[in-house]
């Protein structure tokens, strides 16, 4: 009896490791694979296309590589992260069955693969949410998030079920040509309609909560969550961008983005959770990533949608990390001395000439200056931690700035040209628009919360302390809902 | 100031919590703590009507237990027996497994929700940039001028809140009669147990952030009765049950019978050695080296790998070596406390200069300014709007190598990332300061305080001759994005490493004028060529680090050969801890490193017995790391003072760590700290489970557990197993009412093999007496089943 039940134990747990094993090694053959088929044709890759309902181009092949780099690493990470949780096989399936929906989903040509692909994606993470089903907040959470993702399935199917009957066409490739001869209330709808979808998976203010509330999840595949599936909104975007722009629903992108990404990047500076707290950024992210969409930028917001990744994913496999002693310090005083504001100024303007002269935007006067005067904006804001520094040696002080923003902006435009590469063959995804008003607002209000927060301004308005506290606060049900015994 | 009667009732109510430990400092206590003076079992129910909790092993530990054999059937049916019960052990093993853990709404969700949203805000440690306003007013203030904000509460004036805590308190207290109040105050404090404990340990600790940002129970109870109040929550439990259940009588049984088992094995595993009782330690031949390890139940397993090597001798001393001392870090002048929590710091050690290695410092200083500026730095530009965005696309690419670097070879981006240059241990030497002392300027200590720290050394582990190296070897552990990692350092040491206690010592005791002054009025010659060395046990990979910057040349060859063996003992140590033969080392650095390890080591799990005896007692013997051994020689302790001062020191630090243990393992989610997999650090110093919640209180289910349903740590109450005279034990007793309540509460069991009486065992029985049935029991197992080291030995040979 004792024999038997040890060694149907561990049989169990063989099971389970080997199970892990052979998907992780599966899931690091097709990450190679991709990439290996990526470097030996760039730039040179064949569009292919299987009776309308499978396309397969430069674009898919990217999103490929990606999904299933950050799939192999989590897996990896599972593999030992997970050692004895009980639902260790289950979540290895559903880390697979997620990245293939992904894959799926940035292959599919015909509309209904792209909407099955696409609930996939909802339903499989709303499972990882709530892997542990013996934790009853854990499955409110999932439940919430559950009830986001159809409805964002929803949204999709209505538009773009409205475009393919209006216009007969059920592929993608199909509908985008035909977009032209569909009266304009229809394209806006379903413009709309998509735009919900994708907020909705962006988790965009006012549909954010879902992913706040998502930390039942296991840390990898929270890892996941934020570097493959929140920006899955880029990739949609990207997919219908003719769509936008003949709904001339750009600038709405750009203001929910904007107004997103300023709200979270406030809201984040005041959580006291290490998970929280990378939410909050992401969908400050994510916003950053909808406004490139809203600017024109598609290669620019897929660019950023995989280097948020990176950041985001590692950022979450080290969120054991955040454990310090430490003393109370109280904010420090900002002053600048004139030729300190002098360098600054020199060395921003000097990163926002080497960003505009690598990646061509903001060389013309059109909506890419905004993307200039972030990058700008930015040099400006390392060079100024750096020359305020006193444990910095003058020369340190003159070369660290340079070094960090022309290795910094360098591989980005590198980045940057390889997915423009790559995305050459789609249509209306690099189309700069006229600098507007509203833009040029933006920047405005941009540089004001920039200077807001580096005087610490918000720090006197304790009612939007409380606002932002609120606003943020995780699904009820999915905290202290129940007592277990 | 809130009057009298009022503050007495809620430190009573306060008592039924623990105190939560922040986990940069983590120390495992006893969550019952306050429950010491009464016995094990009503404290346990108390606790469990009150809470909520799981006090017993679950029914599936002893489904386990059982099939292993580990719970004898004998002592189980001698026990079932004397309580009435006649049926089979299978039977009411399927009885308990009947019972399941049931899930119900809590009723004051809202208000408990709403608690932990502002007590984490309160009580965040820097995390958040963006602090709560006001939080230097208190936290019954500070929540009074945002509460008409929060529109979850509904509170529109600030006027309608009571302008102090102890004014809210007593205004919504006179509308109940006096006597409920403490079950209010019970029910209220009970509901959050973890940020509760936090409340108290930031109290007592009076931490900076408790100075800056003061909070007390009080201040809690106001603002949570308030709220209450407003929203119409429950004041006070519905039912109020009693009623014992009679799964919980069995329970204790059966956990009563898994101890006397494990009590059994310990007896006859240790007799069966007396017979080579008589040679103790200081008659042979002068060993090579000595070394004094702590207590710590991961030294007996190093001890027994580095005895084997060659002719060396080890010794169990509490691992803050006796000194009671805080620690000032170099790196970033933070203080903190070095030596048990139950001791207070008389001590405090700083670093000094090295001689002729001002440029090494200047350039360790240097280091450490332009690392703490890069972390500022990436911060600002994290948080910052908008360069977060400019920053997430310029690093990027380079967050994506690292994320490739640290899963598929963690050493390799371990080397990368330069942690693995030499600490200032080597550029440093510990200087010991009294505790309150001025920073900056050292005074100093008298010789007669430091020859004491060094004497009583000698005392407690009865260490007579010394060798020509004595080393005192501290303990540390090292892993990677692991919040807990101070519950793997040493409990002796507040949870901090001990090696910096054990340089000190080491200091100490090479000083020429202490070595004058033990010879002049001690009568205690340490030969000339004796040198003490501090060192480190890292027990993650049982690594030995020698700080070895002063050792004169004259033993260099020496400390060589030492080395060497170390090596050896670190090798089949490692391999006989992780069950392996080939790459042990490199698999246990792997642990270290892997920032995907949730298990780096087992830290003190198993632990369940300390003993108190000279090591020829359990030399060449495998306790499989169940037990703290603290070498004592009774024959060296005149009058039994050395054996009180184990007691009341070590023996109650041990108590905490195997009651901590213990409760951890009966219920992870309240007691201990859920499973690490879903944890999320909160406020720089705790976690919560997923979206939030109460703060967690101990340890993790992977340090405690092998998986979600296979056992690790056995949750059995300490055995104390000493070598003394009867007699002198029960003097201690009758002096020390607090270790007697100790072992009449049967918080601790006792077992006295008295050299007197011819080694005979006896058991501690309440009151006084003693029982001398132990280990006499068939015992139906051996102690461990592992595969013995000398196996692993020849295996590695080959």
Known sequence: ?485 | MIHEPLQKNIDNAAKLVGKTWPLYAFVTSNPLSGYEDIPFEKAVRRVEKHMGARVFPGASLYRQAWEQKEIDENELLTLLEENGMSESPEWYLRQMESQKTVMEKNINHDLDRIMAKWLAAFMDEGLAEWEMPYKNEGFYNAWRKLAIYDGELGINSRKDLPKSGSDALAEILKEYPEKEHISIFTYHLAALPGWTGYIKYRKEANSFWHMEYPITLEDYLAVRLWIAKHIKAEMLPKTDKTEILPISNLQLIWLKAWEKSWQNRLVNSLTQKSMTLEASENEGPVPDAQMVLCIDTRSEAIRRHIESKGNYETYGYAGFFGIAMDYQNLSDGLIRKSCPPIVSSTYKVVEILQKGNLEKLSKYKRKNEVLKFRQYFLKRMKNMLPSAFGYVEGSGAHYGISLLLRTLLPGYFHRLNGKNTPSHENICEPEIDTANSKEDLIVGIPLNEKTALVKSAFDLTGLKHFAPLVFFVGHGSHSTNNPFGSSLDCGACAASPGRHNARMLAKLANLPEVRIALEDNFDLKIPADTFFIGAEHNTTTDEIVVFASKVPDSHQERLQKVRTDLFKAQRTATQERLGVVKDSVAMARKKALDWAETRPEWGLAKNAGFIIAPRALTKNRNLDGQCFLHSYNWEMDKNGSALEGILQGPMVVTQWINNHYYFSTVDTEKFGGGSKITQNVTGKFGVVQGNGGDLKMGLPLQSVKESDEKMYHRPLRLSVFIQAPVAWIEEILLRNENLKSLLDNEWIYLLVMDPTEENRITRYQKDMKWDRSVGRTGSSKDFIDKVPAEDLNELSMV
């Open chain 1, 1 to 485: 009896m004792n024999l038997e039940n040890n060694s149907t134990e561990k049989s169990k747990q063989t099971q389970s490791s080997i199970f892990s094993k052979i998907a992780t090694l599966f899931l690091w053959a097709l990450f190679s694979g991709n990439l290996g088929y990526l470097i030996t044709h760039f730039p040179n890759i064949q569009e292919w296309d299987w009776h309308g309902i499978f396309r397969i181009n430069g674009f898919t092949l990217l999103i490929w590589t990606t999904v299933t780099f950050f799939s192999a690493v989590v897996s990896s990470y599972a593999g030992n992260y997970l050692k004895g949780f009980r639902y260790q096989n289950g979540f290895m399936g559903l880390c697979l069955g997620f990245t293939i929906s992904v894959m799926l989903l940035v292959m599919s040509n015909h509309v209904l693969l792209l909407l099955l692909s696409w609930l996939a994606m909802g339903l499989f993470m709303a499972r990882l949410i709530g892997i542990d089903s013996d934790w009853g907040e854990a499955g409110e959470a999932s439940k919430f998030a559950q009830k986001y993702f159809m409805a964002g399935t929803f949204f999709l199917s209505a538009g773009v079920l409205l475009l393919a009957f209006k216009s007969n066409e059920f592929t993608i490739s199909g509908l985008i040509s035909a977009l032209n001869g569909l009266p304009q209330s229809i394209i806006f709808i379903a413009a709309a309609c998509i735009i919900i979808a994708a907020i909705i998976q962006s988790a965009m203010y006012p549909f954010h909560r879902w992913l706040l509330s998502a930390m039942t999840a296991p840390t990898p595949a929270s890892a996941l969550m934020h570097a493959g599936f929140v920006n899955g909104a880029g990739i949609l975007l990207t997919l219908f961008s003719t769509l936008l722009f003949a709904s001339n629903t750009l600038t709405l992108l750009f203001i929910i983005g904007g107004f997103t990404a300023i709200i979270a990047q406030f809201t984040k500076l005041l959580q006291v959770t290490v998970k929280q707290k990378l939410a909050c950024s992401t969908i400050a992210q994510m916003g950053f990533m909808i406004m490139q969409c809203g600017l024109g930028f598609f290669n620019a917001a897929v660019a950023h949608l995989i280097l948020h990744g990176f950041y985001k994913a590692y950022l979450f496999l080290s969120a054991g990390e955040g454990i310090e002693n430490s003393k109370p310090q109280k904010p420090l005083q900002i002053r600048i001395r004139p030729l300190q504001a002098f360098v600054v100024l020199f060395f921003g303007i000097l990163g926002a000439v080497l960003f505009a002269l690598l990646t061509g935007k903001g060389t013309a006067v059109d909506s890419g200056i905004f993307l200039t005067l972030i990058v700008a904006i930015t040099v400006g804001q390392a060079t100024y931690n750096i020359v305020k520094e006193q444990s910095l040696s003058i020369l340190q002080k003159a070369l660290l700035p340079s070094i960090l923003f022309i290795s910094g902006i360098g591989i980005y435009a590198l980045i940057y040209n390889g997915v423009t590469v790559l995305m050459a063959d789609m249509p209306m995804v690099v189309v700069p628009l006229q600098l507007t008003a509203i833009q040029i607002m933006f920047g405005i209000v941009f540089l004001i919360g920039f200077f807001i927060m580096k005087l610490g301004i918000y720090q006197r308005v304790p009612w939007l302390y409380v606002k932002l506290l609120n606003i943020s606060r995780p699904y009820k049900k999915s905290i202290l809902l129940y007592k277990y015994k």
